[in-house]
């Protein structure tokens, strides 16, 4: 029991002993990826009857040796075999074996994505198990651990609602895919991960991965990690114009300096040509509902554009002050040295 109970909490990676998911051990892997859940799957169900059988056989054993046969019985219902691969336990409450399942595949989904985020800032490496890199100011960084599927360069991701960078965090996820099962799998596997984030009727895999992404990782990030995240959300305000993740331990004084120079600058080039386009092609529409549809582009660029520029200015403010960090004050206290940069300050640091 365990035995079987580590390896169920080893297999999430807020364990300090965690390794890999269990849908990247090599017993498990299979072709698409929902080969490979189902084969999780019925790996947890046996492991959760296993418990439930030893800690039933326990219970028959004390009773008997204290004589309680007229009073306990060994059964444990399926709600109290306390592994985290366990649904019954996991979401108790009254819903339905249907419900219970939908659930833990969104979670197992949503672990995927927080590992592939994870793989993507060098914490983790498709080509060993474990932790690959925590410390600090990105120092001692090896690029060459990354071989299967390249971390990024600084740390920086951006997770925005539309496509303006090659290397955001939906764009790269799609890479990831593409090395972690079959290259030749990747539309079903992308499509079985869509599914499982409450996809709009007809919406492309991606643009719901990319939605996700954007309005709910870093929620679950903060639940994961209980308010304490390791990976910064960087955010330019309610109009979500930009939006990047940073890896705290990658975190140095050059970072707000990449961010801007690589992201927020063209970003605001990239804005202001896409209204261009829009006014032109509005003055050209000939019917009306095509042009009320670009104005309500515009209109939100526009907003976007706005915010932005702010966001910019703050960030070149906190840029000259050159930030460095101290991991051993914690997340709650650098987390508050960037103002209003970050997005959730409140939330994690209670100011």
């Not at 074996?97 to 595949?105: A, R």
């Not at 983790?124 to 120092?139: C, K, Q, R, T, V």
């Amino acid at each position: 029991m365990v035995e079987l109970s580590r390896n169920d909490w080893d297999s999430y990676e807020t364990s300090w002993d965690f390794s890999t998911l269990s849908t990247f051990s090599p017993y498990h892997h299979q072709p698409t990826l929902r080969a490979t859940y189902e084969k999780v799957r019925a790996l947890w169900r046996v492991m959760t009857l296993d418990v439930q059988r030893l800690e039933e056989e326990n219970n028959r054993i004390f009773i008997d040796a204290y004589d309680l046969q007229d009073e306990l019985t060994p059964e444990v219902p399926l709600s109290e075999i306390t592994l985290t691969c366990n649904p019954h336990y996991r979401y108790n409450g009254s819903k339905t074996e249907e419900e219970l399942e939908i659930q833990l595949l969104t979670d197992t989904i949503e672990e995927l994505i927080s590992y592939a985020i994870g793989c993507m800032m060098g914490r983790y490496s498709l080509d060993e198990p474990g932790l690959i890199y925590a410390h600090s100011g990105n120092i001692g960084f090896e690029p060459s651990k990354y071989k299967m599927f390249p971390a990024d360069d600084d740390g920086i991701i951006p997770i925005i609602d539309m496509p303006w960078f090659a290397d955001d965090a939906a764009n790269r996820f799609v890479e990831f895919m593409k090395v972690a099962w079959s290259p030749e799998a990747l539309e079903e596997n992308l499509k079985f991960v869509a599914d499982s984030l409450n996809p709009k009727r007809g919406e492309d895999p991606t643009n719901t991965i990319r939605k996700y992404l954007s309005v709910g990782f870093f929620k679950d990030h903060l639940k994961t990690y209980k308010k304490r995240p390791i990976y910064w959300l960087f955010s330019s305000g309610k109009q979500k114009a930009f939006e990047c993740l940073v890896y705290l331990h990658r975190y140095n004084e050059s970072t707000l300096s990449r961010m801007r120079s690589l992201y927020v600058t063209p970003l605001q080039g990239n804005i202001r040509s896409r209204i261009e386009f829009l006014d032109n092609e509005q003055k050209v529409a000939t019917s009306a509902s095509g042009q009320r549809k670009f104005q309500k582009e515009i209109e939100m660029l526009k907003k976007k554009q706005t915010e932005l520029a702010k966001f910019d200015d703050e960030l070149r403010h906190y840029t000259d002050m050159r930030i460095s960090l101290d991991l051993d004050d914690g997340v709650k206290v650098n987390y508050s040295k960037f103002g209003n940069l970050l997005a959730e300050v409140k939330a994690i640091t209670g100011e």
